[in-house]
């Protein structure tokens, strides 16, 4: 927890109330959002334990900040982390149809597991606590989805917000 304690900069600023106190929590990533980004990862070849999924914000779109996604290698001292492993889902093909223990297809034993490094900038962090992305394939379009609990609105199609 970080305590915010404002300054006193005259007498009347020394009687108010106490300091409030911010919690920091990471930026959570789903086990959808989690997939698409190592199955881009594999798709373009990266290397998986160097590749960290940037996530920030940036001042513009429709509502003000527009939300930014990049894989990048560059990681800095002042950026927060966070780690999230997974299990990737079994291949089905026609050879293990039928091949496991329970009939159903898939082999009893899980996934190979993987994990996605997510970092973020300090700045971008204060408009980012708390938010969750998800990945979205739906009928409409496909793509990444920011659930974010500190925007005070939203564009229409989700890219941008105010705060």
């Excluded at 959808?32 to 881009?40: H, L």
Aim: aromatic share 8%.
């Amino acid at each position: 927890m970080i305590t915010i304690t404002p300054t006193p900069t005259d007498e009347s600023a020394r009687h108010r109330a106490p300091a409030k106190e911010v919690a920091n929590m990471p930026v959570l990533v789903t086990e959808t959002a989690a997939r698409e980004i190592d199955a881009i990862i594999r798709q373009q070849d990266l290397d998986p334990e160097k590749i960290r999924l940037r996530v920030g914000v940036k001042g513009g779109g429709c509502s003000g900040f527009s939300y930014l996604l990049d894989l990048t290698e560059v990681e800095k001292d002042s950026d927060e982390m966070w780690e999230y492993s997974f299990e990737r889902q079994p291949e089905k093909s026609a050879a293990t149809v039928g091949a496991g223990a329970d009939g159903d297809g898939e082999s009893a034993s899980g996934g190979e597991p993987y994990t996605v490094r997510v970092i973020c900038d300090p700045k971008s962090y204060l408009y980012l606590n708390d938010t969750t992305i998800d990945f979205k394939d739906e009928i409409m379009g496909r793509g990444f989805v920011f659930n974010n609990p500190n925007a005070t609105s939203s564009c229409g199609c989700g890219s941008s917000f105010s705060a």
